[in-house]
């Protein structure tokens, strides 16, 4: 089981992997998104989102700025304007 | 007929010129690849965006769309965005943008339409101030960075947004180049505000989506991102564009500079035999009388 995640940039497709689980910092909260997520559209504030490669393991963390995410049947899709490092 | 000594002179400059022109090219072509890259990188974020865009807009219909979305209901303001390179040297790109630009803005005019020009970049600048001197509402000047990226495309789009919220335009078109290949760059006019609402059914079909805060909230908050994407779009397609014409024009350049030389050598050595000859009948003419 494995969630596609991809993260947007302007400039570039920044990732597009397949992971565990994303916690997405979400206009209204945190949200965390795993395989098989219903439809879902949030824009998202200033944060890191986590990307859990494997269940359990320790959360590799991306700064974004200003954009939105998108869930899908293709999986997860954060377009960012910014994203740090 | 021109001296020996112009002559040579004459072959040395054309040299010289040949050199620059020769190295331009090198650098374009250098360049050319990276601001490729740059506008195919640049592509998934604007594609995903009108795929979502698309699929929102179909919902949000009607008065309760945002006003970057059904436009301020008039259409008597235009406002010309025109993108024009910074530099020269690109052959005759910048001209072509020029006279989209104010094929445009004469059909506008003979409409009825009051036109403003919105300038990006040093070259577009003379040529339309000529025709259009009291219509030009700004000039954003991208000449002192590099290569302009993101944070230009952003300070447009601000700068666009505010005007049309204060009621300045009704309608935003762009003009910018479309880079096809290093031969062909089309000038493009796309209608930039209110956002055209985008083709296709979206998502369509799909499970019902769930959207947070809503789908207006998130709409208003997509549209200037939506506008900015073209902008840094159009940004990308310039400078991809700017490289490919100058390319092929420092080619043509460096061409006919060779062309030269070869014309001016064989002059130049035509006319120096044409001197020993004569100094030579003269030498002999003078043993002769002895």
């Known amino acids: 089981m494995a969630l596609h995640f991809e993260l947007v940039t302007p400039a570039k497709l920044v990732r597009s992997e397949d992971v565990h689980m994303v916690v997405v910092p979400g206009a209204e909260g945190e949200f965390g998104v795993l395989e098989g997520h219903a439809p879902f559209m949030s824009t998202i504030r200033d944060g890191a989102v986590q990307v859990y490669k494997t269940e359990g393991a320790a959360p590799e963390t991306i700064e974004v700025r200003g954009g939105f995410a998108e869930v899908g049947e293709e999986g997860l899709t954060v377009l960012a304007e910014h994203v740090e490092g | ?290």
């Open chain 2, 1 to 290: 007929m021109a001296s020996l000594k112009e002559l040579k002179d004459r072959i040395g400059s054309v040299k010289s010129t040949q050199k620059i022109t020769k190295a331009k090219q090198m650098v374009a072509a250098a360049k050319l690849r990276r601001a490729q890259a740059a506008a195919e990188a640049a592509r998934p974020y604007a594609e995903r965006l009108s795929g979502v865009m698309a699929s929102l807009a179909s919902k949000v219909s009607g008065d309760s769309a945002p006003l970057l979305l059904r436009g301020t209901g008039s259409d008597k303001r235009h406002l010309l965005v025109v993108v024009n390179t910074d530099k020269g040297l690109c052959g005759g790109l910048n001209a072509n943008i020029v006279k989209a630009a104010k094929a445009k803005a004469r059909e506008l005019i003979a409409d009825g339409k009051d036109v403003t020009f919105y300038l990006i970049g040093k070259k577009g600048r003379a040529p339309i101030k000529r025709d259009y001197a009291d219509k030009i509402e700004k000039h954003f000047d991208t000449s002192d960075v590099r290569q302009p990226g993101f944070e230009e495309a952003d300070a447009i789009a601000e700068d666009l947004l505010e005007r049309f919220e204060k009621g300045e335009f009704d309608v935003a078109h762009l003009v910018y180049p479309i880079f096809q290949s290093a031969l062909a760059q089309d000038p493009t006019v796309d209608q930039l505000i209110p956002v055209p609402s985008p083709e296709g059914e979206g998502t369509g079909g799909d499970a019902v989506v769930e959207y947070e805060p809503g789908e207006e909230e998130i709409l208003e908050d997509l549209l200037p991102r939506y506008v900015k994407t073209q902008l840094f779009g159009a940004l990308l397609e310039r400078e991809a564009s700017e490289q490919g014409a100058s390319m092929t024009a420092m080619d043509n350049a460096t061409r006919n500079a060779g062309d030269l030389i070869n014309k001016l050598t064989i002059q130049y050595n035509r006319s120096r035999q044409a001197a020993i000859t004569t100094e030579l009948v003269e030498i002999i003419a003078g043993a002769e009388a002895l």
